[in-house]
Antibody, heavy 120, light 108 residues
Framework: QVRLVESGGTVVQPGRSLRLSCAAS????????MHWVRQAPGKGLEWVAV????????NYVDSVKGRFLISRDTSQNMVFLHMNGLRLDDTAVYYC?????????????WGQGTVVTVSS | EIVMTQSPATLAVSPGERVTLSCRAS??????LAWYQQRSGQGPRLLIF???ARATGIPARFSGSGSGTEFTLTISSLQSEDFAVYYC??????????FGQGTRLEIK
């Protein structure tokens, strides 16, 4: 049974850093692309970042390039989102998402999300 | 960037009715289009991928069609649990991946 559990969300001041974690079970990261998608309060979905199944390819939405980094630990079957230079508009629920084998595929399974609030 | 436009933004319908939601892409995404349902307070759930293939466990009342730039999601007979927000998502161009702004189904 596929399960994704996000953690690490909290209230943080602008300019600070935060690391989100996603514990995956029921499958191995080495067969799926993994994504982070966020949803600001009362807004729609925004894709944030992807890491390919082999860990060789990453990509980010322009608004987080140079500030966020996606990584993984295959020994623990975990995915991370390292967020630096946080801004007020980074406030959102952050979802960890399992994709398909390729980076261009549907989002097959979503976690329940972790809340990040950037506030002074 | 491929812009996805959903219509309408909100739709008030009665249980048992048939409803069709629309999604338009600013350029062709072939059939690389998915639909998601998001109930209040929950994470999204995949309904349709490849424009018309139902995901595992999705009831047959949900169907998707279209290709290129025009897509539809049809719910043949609305159940109470179907009142939610629906998003389309293109994954033909992954730099960046983009979503529509969503269509909210409300009870009439």
């Amino acid at each position: 049974q596929v399960r994704l559990v996000e953690s690490g969300g909290t209230v943080v001041q602008p300019g600070r850093s935060l690391r989100l974690s996603c514990a995956a079970s029921g499958f191995t990261l080495t067969v799926s692309a993994m994504h982070w998608v966020r949803q600001a309060p009362g807004k729609g979905l925004e894709w944030v970042a992807v890491m390919s199944y082999d860990g060789r390819t990453e990509n980010y939405v322009d608004s987080v390039k140079g500030r966020f980094l996606i990584s993984r630990d295959t020994s623990q079957n975990m995915v991370f989102l390292h967020m630096n230079g946080l801004r007020l508009d980074d406030t959102a629920v952050y979802y960890c998402v399992r994709g398909g084998y390729g980076v261009s595929d549907a989002f097959y399974f979503w976690g329940q999300g972790t809340v990040v609030t950037v506030s002074s | 960037e491929i812009v996805m436009t959903q219509s309408p933004a909100t739709l008030a319908v009665s249980p048992g009715e048939r409803v069709t939601l629309s999604c338009r892409a600013s350029q062709s995404v072939r059939n690389n289009l998915a639909w998601y349902q998001q109930r209040s307070g929950q994470g999204p759930r995949l309904l349709i991928f490849g424009a018309s293939a139902r995901a595992t466990g999705i009831p047959a009342r949900f169907s998707g069609s279209g290709s290129g730039t025009e897509f539809t999601l049809t719910i043949s007979s609305l159940q109470s649990e179907d009142f939610a927000v629906y998003y389309c998502h293109q994954y033909d161009d992954w730099a960046p991946i983009t979503f529509g702004q969503g269509t909210r189904l409300e009870i009439k």
